[in-house]
Protein backbone atom coordinates (compact mmCIF):
# COMPACT_ATOMS: atom_id res chain seq x y z
CA UNK A 1 0.00 0.00 0.00
CA UNK A 2 3.22 2.01 0.86
CA UNK A 3 4.60 1.57 -2.54
CA UNK A 4 0.73 2.55 -3.90
CA UNK A 5 0.59 5.59 -2.52
CA UNK A 6 4.13 6.67 -2.97
CA UNK A 7 3.67 6.06 -6.62
CA UNK A 8 0.46 7.93 -6.61
CA UNK A 9 1.92 11.57 -5.07
CA UNK A 10 5.10 10.83 -7.77
CA UNK A 11 2.21 10.67 -10.38
CA UNK A 12 0.82 13.63 -9.26
CA UNK A 13 4.14 15.91 -8.97
CA UNK A 14 4.87 14.90 -12.69
CA UNK A 15 1.67 15.64 -13.05
CA UNK A 16 1.98 19.31 -11.33
CA UNK A 17 4.78 19.61 -13.01
CA UNK A 18 3.89 18.81 -16.69
CA UNK A 19 1.05 21.14 -15.59
CA UNK A 20 2.68 24.12 -14.93
CA UNK A 21 4.88 24.03 -18.35
CA UNK A 22 1.87 23.72 -20.03
CA UNK A 23 0.20 27.20 -18.52
CA UNK A 24 3.82 28.66 -19.21
CA UNK A 25 3.53 27.34 -22.78
CA UNK A 26 -0.18 28.27 -22.75
CA UNK A 27 0.98 31.99 -21.64
CA UNK A 28 3.35 32.39 -23.85
CA UNK A 29 1.32 31.56 -27.27
CA UNK A 30 -1.04 33.91 -25.89
CA UNK A 31 1.19 36.87 -25.99
CA UNK A 32 2.82 36.10 -28.99
CA UNK A 33 -0.54 35.75 -30.61
CA UNK A 34 -1.53 38.98 -28.96
CA UNK A 35 1.73 40.54 -30.38
CA UNK A 36 1.08 39.53 -33.84
CA UNK A 37 -2.05 40.93 -33.72
CA UNK A 38 -1.33 43.89 -32.44
CA UNK A 39 1.63 43.84 -35.66
CA UNK A 40 -1.34 42.71 -37.76
CA UNK A 41 -3.47 45.68 -36.96
CA UNK A 42 -0.44 48.29 -37.35
CA UNK A 43 0.53 46.74 -40.85
CA UNK A 44 -3.41 46.80 -42.36
CA UNK A 45 -3.31 50.50 -41.26
CA UNK A 46 0.03 51.60 -42.90
CA UNK A 47 -1.54 49.57 -45.91
CA UNK A 48 -4.86 51.80 -46.01
CA UNK A 49 -2.74 54.51 -45.61
CA UNK A 50 -0.25 53.73 -48.32
CA UNK A 51 -3.03 52.90 -50.82
CA UNK A 52 -4.81 56.50 -50.00
CA UNK A 53 -1.17 57.98 -50.55
CA UNK A 54 -0.73 56.26 -53.77
CA UNK A 55 -4.55 57.45 -54.89
CA UNK A 56 -3.96 60.74 -53.99
CA UNK A 57 -0.52 61.16 -55.53
CA UNK A 58 -2.34 59.39 -59.03
CA UNK A 59 -4.97 61.78 -58.72
CA UNK A 60 -2.10 64.84 -58.22
CA UNK A 61 -0.42 63.81 -60.87
CA UNK A 62 -3.54 63.53 -63.76
CA UNK A 63 -4.59 67.62 -61.98
CA UNK A 64 -4.36 68.71 -65.57
CA UNK A 65 -6.64 65.84 -67.12
CA UNK A 66 -10.23 66.43 -68.63
CA UNK A 67 -12.87 64.09 -69.31
CA UNK A 68 -15.01 64.10 -71.87
CA UNK A 69 -18.22 62.12 -72.34
CA UNK A 70 -20.77 61.98 -75.10
CA UNK A 71 -18.69 62.65 -77.83
CA UNK A 72 -19.27 60.19 -80.70
CA UNK A 73 -16.85 57.56 -82.39
CA UNK A 74 -14.89 58.81 -85.41
CA UNK A 75 -15.32 62.34 -85.68
CA UNK A 76 -11.78 63.23 -84.51
CA UNK A 77 -10.20 61.49 -87.17
CA UNK A 78 -6.73 60.42 -86.78
CA UNK A 79 -5.57 63.78 -85.00
CA UNK A 80 -6.88 63.66 -81.65
CA UNK A 81 -5.34 66.16 -80.17
CA UNK A 82 -5.99 68.61 -82.76
CA UNK A 83 -10.16 67.50 -82.89
CA UNK A 84 -9.94 68.38 -78.75
CA UNK A 85 -8.40 71.72 -79.01
CA UNK A 86 -10.67 72.91 -81.27
CA UNK A 87 -13.59 71.76 -79.54
CA UNK A 88 -12.39 72.81 -76.33
CA UNK A 89 -11.77 76.16 -77.60
CA UNK A 90 -15.37 76.81 -78.39
CA UNK A 91 -16.32 76.21 -75.20
CA UNK A 92 -14.08 78.95 -74.39
CA UNK A 93 -15.87 81.84 -77.02
CA UNK A 94 -13.58 80.24 -79.79
CA UNK A 95 -10.69 82.97 -78.81
CA UNK A 96 -8.67 80.72 -76.62
CA UNK A 97 -5.46 79.10 -77.74
CA UNK A 98 -4.65 75.65 -75.91
CA UNK A 99 -2.13 73.21 -75.55
CA UNK A 100 -3.06 70.11 -75.38
CA UNK A 101 -0.03 67.30 -74.65
CA UNK A 102 -2.25 64.12 -75.25
CA UNK A 103 -5.35 63.00 -75.53
CA UNK A 104 -6.86 59.44 -76.30
CA UNK A 105 -9.91 57.67 -75.96
CA UNK A 106 -10.87 55.47 -72.50
CA UNK A 107 -8.57 52.15 -72.70
CA UNK A 108 -11.52 49.88 -73.92
CA UNK A 109 -12.54 48.15 -76.48
CA UNK A 110 -14.50 50.16 -79.24
CA UNK A 111 -18.37 49.81 -78.79
CA UNK A 112 -20.75 48.79 -81.31
CA UNK A 113 -22.94 50.90 -82.96
CA UNK A 114 -25.88 52.39 -81.00
CA UNK A 115 -23.46 51.71 -77.46
CA UNK A 116 -22.81 54.32 -75.79
CA UNK A 117 -18.93 56.17 -76.95
CA UNK A 118 -15.73 55.88 -75.02
CA UNK A 119 -14.64 59.23 -72.88
CA UNK A 120 -11.94 60.99 -74.24
CA UNK A 121 -9.12 61.79 -71.69
CA UNK A 122 -6.72 64.79 -72.60
CA UNK A 123 -3.32 66.15 -70.85
CA UNK A 124 -3.63 69.70 -70.98
CA UNK A 125 0.09 71.86 -70.80
CA UNK A 126 -1.18 74.60 -68.09
CA UNK A 127 -3.64 74.00 -65.49
CA UNK A 128 -4.99 77.66 -65.41
CA UNK A 129 -6.64 76.36 -68.91
CA UNK A 130 -8.68 73.45 -67.12
CA UNK A 131 -10.00 75.66 -64.89
CA UNK A 132 -10.87 78.04 -67.43
CA UNK A 133 -12.87 75.01 -69.21
CA UNK A 134 -14.58 73.87 -65.86
CA UNK A 135 -15.51 77.49 -65.24
CA UNK A 136 -16.85 77.79 -69.01
CA UNK A 137 -18.82 74.55 -69.04
CA UNK A 138 -20.66 74.98 -65.66
CA UNK A 139 -21.56 78.70 -66.79
CA UNK A 140 -22.98 76.96 -70.41
CA UNK A 141 -24.58 74.50 -68.69
CA UNK A 142 -25.52 72.53 -71.86
CA UNK A 143 -22.91 71.33 -74.45
CA UNK A 144 -23.88 70.38 -77.60
CA UNK A 145 -21.21 68.56 -80.55
CA UNK A 146 -23.69 68.68 -83.46
CA UNK A 147 -26.57 67.50 -81.86
CA UNK A 148 -24.92 65.12 -79.30
CA UNK A 149 -24.78 66.53 -75.95
CA UNK A 150 -21.43 66.06 -74.09
CA UNK A 151 -20.22 66.72 -70.73
CA UNK A 152 -16.32 68.10 -68.93
CA UNK A 153 -15.35 66.71 -66.05
CA UNK A 154 -11.87 66.56 -63.60
CA UNK A 155 -10.28 63.25 -64.29
CA UNK A 156 -10.06 61.42 -61.61
CA UNK A 157 -8.74 58.15 -60.52
CA UNK A 158 -11.48 54.82 -60.08
CA UNK A 159 -11.48 54.88 -56.42
CA UNK A 160 -11.96 58.58 -55.94
CA UNK A 161 -14.82 58.37 -58.96
CA UNK A 162 -16.92 55.50 -56.44
CA UNK A 163 -16.46 57.48 -53.34
CA UNK A 164 -17.73 61.15 -55.23
CA UNK A 165 -20.47 59.20 -56.85
CA UNK A 166 -22.38 58.38 -53.34
CA UNK A 167 -22.86 61.90 -53.58
CA UNK A 168 -25.05 61.91 -56.97
CA UNK A 169 -28.72 61.18 -54.94
CA UNK A 170 -27.75 64.07 -52.44
CA UNK A 171 -27.01 66.08 -55.69
CA UNK A 172 -30.02 65.24 -57.67
CA UNK A 173 -32.08 65.80 -54.77
CA UNK A 174 -30.66 69.70 -54.27
CA UNK A 175 -30.99 70.28 -58.28
CA UNK A 176 -34.79 70.78 -57.46
CA UNK A 177 -34.27 73.26 -55.01
CA UNK A 178 -32.85 76.85 -54.72
CA UNK A 179 -29.80 75.42 -52.72
CA UNK A 180 -26.15 75.99 -54.03
CA UNK A 181 -24.03 72.59 -53.71
CA UNK A 182 -20.20 71.77 -54.48
CA UNK A 183 -17.91 68.33 -54.16
CA UNK A 184 -14.41 69.69 -53.11
CA UNK A 185 -11.60 67.46 -53.49
CA UNK A 186 -11.04 65.07 -52.60
CA UNK A 187 -14.68 64.39 -51.57
CA UNK A 188 -15.84 67.30 -49.51
CA UNK A 189 -19.35 68.29 -50.38
CA UNK A 190 -20.86 71.71 -49.23
CA UNK A 191 -23.85 72.96 -49.68
CA UNK A 192 -25.10 76.89 -48.97
CA UNK A 193 -28.60 77.82 -47.93
CA UNK A 194 -30.31 81.28 -47.03
CA UNK A 195 -32.53 81.98 -43.96
CA UNK A 196 -33.91 85.48 -43.64
CA UNK A 197 -34.84 87.01 -40.10
CA UNK A 198 -38.56 86.83 -39.85
CA UNK A 199 -38.90 90.09 -37.84
CA UNK A 200 -37.23 91.94 -40.33
CA UNK A 201 -37.47 91.30 -43.57
CA UNK A 202 -34.07 91.73 -44.27
CA UNK A 203 -32.02 90.79 -47.70
CA UNK A 204 -29.08 89.98 -45.41
CA UNK A 205 -28.32 86.16 -46.28
CA UNK A 206 -26.52 84.51 -43.96
CA UNK A 207 -24.34 81.63 -44.79
CA UNK A 208 -24.05 78.35 -43.28
CA UNK A 209 -21.10 76.03 -45.34
CA UNK A 210 -21.09 72.15 -44.24
CA UNK A 211 -18.67 70.00 -44.93
CA UNK A 212 -18.60 66.52 -45.16
CA UNK A 213 -16.15 63.45 -45.51
CA UNK A 214 -18.53 60.79 -46.71
CA UNK A 215 -22.63 60.78 -46.57
CA UNK A 216 -22.27 58.00 -44.46
CA UNK A 217 -19.83 58.64 -41.71
CA UNK A 218 -21.07 59.52 -38.30
CA UNK A 219 -20.46 62.85 -37.73
CA UNK A 220 -20.80 66.08 -39.50
CA UNK A 221 -19.09 69.64 -39.40
CA UNK A 222 -20.22 73.17 -39.00
CA UNK A 223 -18.75 76.29 -38.20
CA UNK A 224 -20.79 76.29 -34.86
CA UNK A 225 -19.80 72.86 -33.77
CA UNK A 226 -22.83 70.55 -34.32
CA UNK A 227 -22.73 67.21 -34.23
CA UNK A 228 -25.65 64.54 -35.37
CA UNK A 229 -25.39 60.58 -34.70
CA UNK A 230 -26.64 59.04 -37.21
CA UNK A 231 -26.37 59.02 -41.55
CA UNK A 232 -26.04 62.52 -42.59
CA UNK A 233 -28.08 62.28 -45.48
CA UNK A 234 -31.67 62.54 -43.52
CA UNK A 235 -29.82 65.49 -41.67
CA UNK A 236 -29.83 67.44 -44.61
CA UNK A 237 -32.63 66.75 -46.07
CA UNK A 238 -34.41 67.46 -42.80
CA UNK A 239 -32.64 70.83 -42.80
CA UNK A 240 -33.08 71.55 -46.80
CA UNK A 241 -37.06 71.21 -45.94
CA UNK A 242 -37.21 73.18 -42.91
CA UNK A 243 -35.40 76.38 -44.65
CA UNK A 244 -37.76 78.91 -46.11
CA UNK A 245 -36.93 79.00 -49.86
CA UNK A 246 -35.89 82.30 -51.52
Same mark, same amino acid.
Given at each position: ??? %? ?12 ? /?? @? ?10 ? %? ?25 ? $????? $? $? ?10 ? @? ?48 ? %? ?85 ? /????? $? ?21 ? %?????
Amino acid at each position: IKD %SVACVKHQAVEHKK /RL @GETEMRIMELEE %SLTNLLASQQSKDKMIVYLEAKVDDLA $NHSQC $N $NLRIVGIPEGPE @GRDLIAFTQKLLSKVLGGQAVLEVEHAHRALRPQPDKGERPRPLILHLLR %SKDKEAIMRAAWKCRKLLYETSPYYIFQDFSVELNKKRVEYSELKYHLQKTQFQYGLLYPVKFFFLFYRFPSPYKSMKEYKFRLLFD /RPNSM $NWECPVKLTHEGSNVPRIFQMMW %SCPKL
